[in-house]
């Protein structure tokens, strides 16, 4: 059956906080080195938000810019769907908090908790509600603010993350093009904290004297199991969407996968036979943002040219849960 009615990302933008943290600056907290972090990662430095500013500050920035140019009004905005694993608060949602600050007095707002995925659950759920009929303008945010939960004397996890926040206009068009196809996908099987999460703060395990000693309000992770897992997780992600759309990865114009290690990455793009040129790479400059990596990824390489009208995108992530998706997008 044709589809007439499509979701299309009309407008994007991103903001990253100013105050950078180099590999050599982190040398002076942890043991480690700018050579072992840049050959293990790709990570060369990362931003970091002031104290004073909270995930929804980088979020409203970033949802300003997708709503300028989108040319559209914050008014026109009839949902609001920010990923993050760093709320402001647990409640208030971010989304209302994003609401707030943008004027959308017209949204419903609500947070997604699907972590490094985040963003794309958003795009997924926003194109089966304009594909649905019942929305016509949803605005998309992923967003964070690692700094406070990041162990800064740890030096596995704190060398990986950064700040930063990407937002997408996602909207209603009768022409064939826009979201063709997505995917979204979680195994429960590995929530484990251990694996990648925080432990206390939750209902779980509140957070006491006891557990701030033992650093479990900051994020655990088993970075050797995880790296396997998103190897193997988002070349399957990416190609079930290729073939829902039967699109050859040949056509594809450029690929976005999660900016969590430049090692992820090249593995990513040569399982799918992605030429290295065709990938698009900005985690030496700003590490891990977790929800955020894709969509300031997208909005960076819009601005660069490197993703054009017309283009074929494939974004693809993963994340703690553990979480999974694809997009199959064309600009
Ligand atoms: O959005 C998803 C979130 N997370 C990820 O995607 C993380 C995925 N995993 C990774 O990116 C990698 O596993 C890491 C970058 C975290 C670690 O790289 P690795 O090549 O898997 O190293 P490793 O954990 O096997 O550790 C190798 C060595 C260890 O020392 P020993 O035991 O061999 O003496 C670590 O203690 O490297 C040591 N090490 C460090 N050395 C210097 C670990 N972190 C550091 C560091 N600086 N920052």
Redesign the pocket.
Known sequence: MTQLRHATITGTGSYLPERVITNFDLEKL????DE??RQ??GIRERRIAEDNVATSDLCVRAARWAIKNAHINPLDIQMILVATVTPDTFFPSTACYVQKGIGAKNASAMDISA??AGFLYGLDLADGLIRSGRYDTILVVGGEIFNNIVDWND???C??FGDGAGAAIVQATDEPKGILASYIGSDGDYADIDL?GIPAGGSRMPVTQEAIDQKLDKIQ?N??E??KL?VRLMPEAAQRVLREANVSIEDIDLLIP?Q??L??IEAVGDRLGVPREKVYINVDKYG?T?AATVIIALDEAIREGRAKPGDLLLLVT???GLTWGSTLLQL
Do not use: E
Request: net charge positive; proline share 0%.
């Open positions: 942890v043991n480690t080195s072992w972090i293990r990662t972590a490094c030096r596995g996890t060398v990986l990648l992770m970075g050797r995880v790296f998103g999660h969590a290690n090692r992820i891990n977790s993963f994340g703690a």
